[in-house]
């Protein structure tokens, strides 16, 4: 997190714990979506303002689904566990990888739209309603509001991630707009291929990349993935949440470079590089 960001992440914070539960969603309609995510220990103890930050939604999804290895059973921090009810569950696994924040629900809702988001943020009030308006303008498509591009040179080798560039106006490659989980990334139903249920080869192939999984998921069924439009601003980073992270060594090691690769390989995918 940058420094001029601390004020304003440790501002929200506070505004998101000080409001009651019941002030949080009264009055709101909902959408047919559910909204997901998953945990580590390191993070139980500030969750809780990612989920609520969900609940001060303008809109409400149908439920939010918190999911958490099994070794935390009992483990819960007040502040969570008393958000638990109707609208906000907690279910866990037997695995700890990211990818269960979509395997998982996918098993439990076939039907439902699925929008999975990151447990170290707390996402703008108007985050759920625009990117289900952005759904609603390009229905049975996979809706990111962060994007890259996955990059290739001239010679057909994969470049490291660094030069995997945002680009909100879309890549030139449409196949190669990569999704990225903390913004929020909306799934239609029927969007991935079978295999993402495959725990034995994702963990094989992209253990540390449920992204880099499910953007070659959803390519195997057929499923474009686009940049919303109407994004709007950036969630905010909880102050302190980034003590342990995946980022700093899918990005710093270059990770995802090495785990796309594989997936590529593995599923004999290749890709023209238009950029």
């Not at 057909?156 to 903390?182: D, E, F, Q, R, V």
């Not at 710093?252 to 238009?274: I, P, S, V, Y």
């Amino acid at each position: 997190m940058k420094v001029k960001e601390i004020p304003v992440s440790l501002f929200h914070q506070a505004k998101l714990s000080w409001q009651s539960q019941r002030k949080l969603i009264a009055n709101k309609k909902q959408v047919p979506v559910i909204v997901s995510l998953a945990s580590i220990p390191s993070r139980l103890p500030i969750v809780h303002l990612t989920i609520r930050s969900i609940l001060n939604q303008d809109v409400l999804p149908e439920k939010i689904v918190l999911w958490l290895h099994e070794d935390l059973k009992g483990r819960i921090p007040i502040p969570l566990q008393t958000l638990v009810g109707d609208l906000f569950s907690i279910k866990y696994t037997d695995y700890f990888s990211s990818h269960r924040k979509l395997v998982e629900p996918l098993k439990l809702y076939p039907n439902k739209i699925i929008v999975t988001c990151d447990d170290d943020m707390m996402y703008r009030k108007n985050w759920l309603s625009k990117i289900y308006q952005a759904h609603d303008d390009h229905p049975g498509q996979i809706v990111a509001n962060q994007t890259r591009c996955i990059s290739y040179a001239e010679n057909g080798a994969l470049l490291p991630y660094k030069a995997w560039k945002p680009n909100a106006s879309g890549c030139k490659n449409p196949l190669l707009t990569l999704p990225i989980g903390a913004g929020g990334t909306l799934y239609p139903p029927d969007s991935m291929d079978k295999t993402v249920f495959n725990k034995e080869l994702f963990l094989k192939l992209a253990p540390n990349a449920d992204d880099l999984w499910f953007k070659v998921m959803g390519l195997l069924k057929g499923t474009k993935s686009i940049q919303a439009k109407n994004s709007g601003k950036e969630p905010i980073p909880i102050w302190g949440s980034q003590k342990v992270s995946l980022k700093k060594g899918n990005i710093g090691m270059d990770k995802n470079r090495t785990q796309w690769q594989a997936l590529t390989d593995h599923f004999q995918l290749k890709f023209e590089n238009l950029d």
